[in-house]
């Protein structure tokens, strides 16, 4: 297990130090982008979450975003590829465990999302996502709470104002909501908390 | 994992499955076919996280039979009797029909049927990340998120439709009248089933009904819709006896797998 995961097993990875056996690869695989969002690494994204040896060679792991996430294929041939073209022999090995979670987003990535024209999420995924449909708690002691006036404070990449509407839950990708600035009048994309 | 043990656990883990892919075919259907373009999006992305957990769950399927087989076997391969979905999944987006007869697809049908199957989902999937099966744990904990989504989506809708217009309220009532029997198999389990949750740790699905029966009751109080009285024909499409209708769902979804049984695309 490298230092990394025994650190950080559940949340945004930075970059490790210079001195960490891996630290190569790692700045390698900087390069490896979401297919859909082009200006975040898979570091930044939470998906990259582990480079170690395992006992067949080096293991490369990452970790699905949204079960039927269809840039998920995508991202393993982009990281096989990169740690081919650089003469890198590892396996690429997807874990599900700890479940990927928008809290895993780096401070920089949110910032790059904003930029991109992308809200980031808002707050903890896992308070938000069940503040406004089932709040769940405990495991195994889950609340239906379902609040009507729900007001999220999704501020708009564009103008920054917080007088934003939801359009629709669902956009165009699995991560993401349709929203609209009602200062701007500007339409964007929200990542949604997961 | 002893032999007997793995293959209850792959029982459970192909009847989870099922629910997920034909939930997600039936839920694609109206993929370009949507009443507005924002539920367009939202039905086909509801299909694919559906379809994506019943990926990783026929994955697991394969992995604890060992027996070869693979995702793409499992969903193309298998005949209708060999599918353990819950019968209220494979229904069309219409109230009853005689056999043969294709109606008009109504939207009020396909958000109550998300709202039941969602909202009971959710309290399984919880129950399912304490499973002591750390990747049937795993695929819980990741499809729960997904399913508070789409709770959330259909839960909104059920109440504009049941508060909303006269037409809108009985459409829905209607869908409800007709959908609502079909749920009583949502707490039975087959023998295979059962034993896996057993000894999985995880307690019957028939406990989590009250958690349920609340959840459902609040929504449909503020969508002022009624509850439907359940009983009736107990439907036994998780022990494999299905309506007529799966067998048209499983013809379209598999002609194309089967037509290319090698294909690659």
């Known amino acids: 297990m490298s230092v990394l995961q025994a650190v950080n097993p559940q949340g945004p990875l930075g970059l490790p130090d210079a001195d ?42 990452i970790t699905p975003t949204y079960s039927g996430c269809p840039a998920m294929t995508q991202m393993h041939d982009d990281v096989q590829a990169a740690l081919a073209a650089a003469g890198v022999q590892a396996q690429v090995l997807t874990q599900l465990a700890p479940a990927w979670s928008t809290d895993w ?18 707050g903890s995924a896992s308070q938000t996502a069940e503040g406004s449909a089932m709040a769940g708690v405990a495991s ?14 999704v501020a708009c990449p564009q103008c920054h104002s917080s007088n934003t509407t939801e359009v629709s839950r669902f956009g165009s990708t699995a991560c993401k909501a349709m929203y609209r600035c009602l200062d701007c009048m500007e339409p964007f994309d929200y990542f949604k908390p997961y | ?45 509801n299909a694919l996280d559906l379809i994506g957990q019943a990926r990783l769950l026929y994955q697991h399927v394969a992995a604890l039979r060992q027996d070869g087989s693979d995702e793409d076997r499992l969903a193309y391969f298998r005949d209708a009797h060999e599918f353990k979905n819950h019968t209220l999944l494979e229904l069309p987006h219409s109230t009853a029909l005689a056999p043969t007869a294709s109606g008009d697809r109504d939207y009020a049908v396909t958000i109550v049927r998300n709202f039941l199957y969602s909202s009971f989902m959710v309290l399984v999937w919880d129950a399912l990340q304490q499973a002591n099966d750390p990747q049937l744990a795993a695929i819980a904990s990741k499809s729960r998120k997904e399913a508070l989504y789409h709770v959330q989506h259909a839960q909104d809708w059920l109440i504009r439709f049941g508060d909303g217009t006269a037409e809108s ?43 349920w029966q609340t959840q459902v009751a609040r929504v449909l109080a503020e969508a002022t819709l009624t509850m439907p009285a359940d009983g009736g024909h107990v439907p036994q ?29």
């Open chain 1, 20 to 61: 960490h056996p891996h630290h190569a690869l790692w700045l390698l695989l900087e390069n490896v982008c979401d297919p859909e969002i082009p200006v975040v690494s898979l570091r930044e994204m939470g998906v990259l979450r582990d480079i170690r040896e395992g006992p067949d060679g080096l293991h490369v792991i």
């Open chain 1, 105 to 122: 987003l780096t401070d920089e990535a949110r910032e790059k999302l904003r930029r991109y024209g992308i809200a980031p999420p808002n």
């Open chain 1, 140 to 153: 195994n002691v889950v609340h239906f709470n379902r609040s009507t006036s729900r007001k999220d404070d």
């Open chain 2, 1 to 45: 994992m002893s032999a007997v043990v793995s293959t209850d656990a792959a029982a459970l883990a192909l009847h989870l499955a099922d629910n997920a892919l034909i939930l997600g075919q039936r839920n694609a259907e109206w993929c370009g076919h949507g009443p507005i373009l924002e539920e367009d999006l939202a039905l086909a992305n």
């Open chain 2, 169 to 211: 309220h009985q459409k829905a009532q209607a869908a409800l009248n007709h959908l609502m029997p079909y749920t009583q198999s949502f707490w039975l389990l087959g023998e295979a089933e059962a034993a896996a949750l057993q000894a999985l740790g995880v307690a019957h699905f028939s406990s989590l009904q009250k958690a």
């Open chain 2, 237 to 265: 499409g998780h022990v494999g006896v299905h309506s007529e209708h799966l067998g048209f769902v499983l013809a379209e979804m598999q002609s194309l797998a089967r037509a290319h049984p090698s294909g690659v695309w």
